[in-house]
């Protein structure tokens, strides 16, 4: 994604560039001047806009926020959807922003409440939870979770630590193929799962499993409270 050496260069732009080089490539590759390179200008063009590489990858984690909170914000203020339904969208949103931008996604947390997106999408949560039920602690502690299960949804995709889908496919099938040499009497439930337990071409059932478990939880613990 080249620039034109005589546009002008925006923050935003840069910071778009910057996500589709971490995007492709991964975190390591996002460098002052291997960005810069991307752009077609030098690396003090840069300065002006972050003063290092950790000031650029706190801008790219804030456009996560960014991202998560746009999405949302429709069904945010949608009064015909309950406390629970919001809460489940926006697990799924971030679900959903995470699972775009992968490598960045473990950065999301520590920008959370440093952004104004985050502190955005953090209230209406907050809000959201103190009105099922949950006290402002209690409500903080649901909220971490929520972030929290999100990530770990993504980070633990089936097959994601393998892009390469030729790959992906031989290394499952060998997987099965072991499996399925177990005794059948010592371990009848996982040869009778093993096309599940190595499947990894179904990512929405899984992220859909995995959104309605984090609410199933978080819904039973208030029932739990308000007992």
């Known amino acids: 994604m080249k620039r034109e050496p005589n546009s002008r260069l925006d923050r935003e732009f840069v910071v778009g560039v910057a996500m589709s080089l971490a995007d492709r490539e991964g975190l390591e590759a996002v460098t002052i001047r291997r960005l810069a390179s991307e752009l077609s200008v030098t690396p003090m063009a840069l300065y002006w806009h972050f003063e290092d590489k950790q000031a650029l990858l706190d801008a790219l984690s804030d456009q996560l926020w960014n991202e998560a909170r746009d999405r949302v914000t429709p069904e945010a203020h ?12 926006m697990t799924q949103v971030l679900v959903e922003v995470f699972r775009e931008h992968p490598t960045l996604s473990m950065w999301a947390p520590m920008r959370v409440t440093e952004c104004e997106a985050g502190l955005t999408f953090t209230e209406w949560a907050l809000d959201l939870l103190e009105r099922v039920g949950f006290d402002p602690e209690r409500a903080s502690a649901m909220a971490r979770y929520l972030l929290g299960s999100a990530v770990m949804l993504v980070g633990n995709q089936p097959g994601l630590a393998i892009p390469d889908a030729a790959l992906r496919e031989e290394m499952m099938r060998a997987k099965a193929a072991k499996l399925l040499t177990l005794s059948p009497e010592r371990y009848p439930h996982i040869v009778a799962a093993t096309n599940f337990l190595t499947a990894c071409d179904a990512p929405e059932r899984y992220y859909d499993l995995g959104v309605d478990l984090v609410i199933g939880g978080l819904r039973a613990a208030g029932t739990s409270v308000s007992r």
């Open 78 to 89: 949608d009064e015909s959807l309950d406390e629970w339904a919001k809460l489940r969208r």
